[in-house]
């Protein structure tokens, strides 16, 4: 006696289990880190197109566009990158395994310090009545912070053992958080002064908001790699 044959396939249920296959199930909270990882990356590019948009238009001294290209490779492009490497969530950086994440976030660490510890210095040197302003103040905080969150980088490489603790590692990702903060607020004070008057409100409050939207991304991807690292430890 010949067995019964099998039940009809439901198209609607193929075609589902087709787009499916190769896909594992994530979280409502990993969509979310995605959703907010792209639209991150969106912001920086948009609040770093503004700044180099406006050394297009200033038409002023060659040491204030030199700052501008700087400072906003250094702090808006580089350092949040360098920040985002370690988030399981970024496209470019989820398939690197740690030792390739850790050596591409000291390469962009070290080469965007270095790019805006320059453009600081090359305007603080050339307009040195610059402190009176809160623009001025906020980037020589961000500056003298990216100074000493660099050095402990350096001290990490050197010390690996000595200086991988979760201490040590929590500070120091406290002092590149609170470096960016000083750094984007910074910048958008700049959208706030010279840029308004140039290119115009509706401009200028866009560049702010794209900062803004920015920083609280880049910021968020921090603490959350931060509460992971301590809640690994306390697991294990």
């Known amino acids: 006696m010949l067995p019964p044959p099998p039940p009809p396939v439901d198209p609607e249920r193929l075609e589902e289990n087709n787009l499916n296959f190769g896909y594992e199930e994530i979280s409502f909270f990993a969509v979310c880190m995605n959703v907010l ?4 990356h969106f912001a920086l590019g948009a609040a770093a197109f503004s700044a180099f948009l406006f ?3 200033i038409g002023g001294t060659h040491h204030l566009s030199q700052h501008i290209i700087l400072c906003t490779t250094g702090y808006i492009i580089l350092m949040s990158q360098a920040v985002l490497t370690f988030n399981p969530y970024n496209g470019w ?3 690197l395994k740690y030792p390739k994440k850790k050596f591409g976030h000291l390469v962009m660490q070290v080469v965007g310090s270095t790019l805006a510890i320059t453009g600081s210095v090359i305007r603080f040197y050339n307009m040195r009545v610059n402190l009176v302003t809160i623009h001025g103040i906020f980037g020589l905080i961000a500056m003298i912070l990216t100074v000493v969150s660099l050095i402990a980088g350096f001290m990490n490489l050197i010390c ?3 200086f991988s603790t979760l201490l040590h590692r929590t500070l120091h990702a406290l002092i590149g958080s609170a470096t960016l903060l000083f750094a984007f607020v910074c910048l958008c004070f700049g959208f706030n002064d010279v840029y308004r008057d140039v ?3 509706e401009n200028a ?4 908001a794209m900062t803004a939207v920015a920083l609280v991304g880049t910021l968020t991807n921090a603490f959350v790699n931060v509460v992971k690292r301590i809640k690994g430890r306390s697991d294990a």
């Not at 990882?37 to 991150?40: A, D």
């Not at 409050?205 to 702010?208: A, T, V």
């Open 160 to 162: 690996p053992k000595k």
């Open 93 to 95: 950086a989820s398939g």
């Open 199 to 201: 290119l115009g409100d």
């Open 205 to 208: 409050d866009l560049s702010i």
């Open 37 to 40: 990882t792209t639209i991150t």
């Open 55 to 57: 050394v297009n238009f």
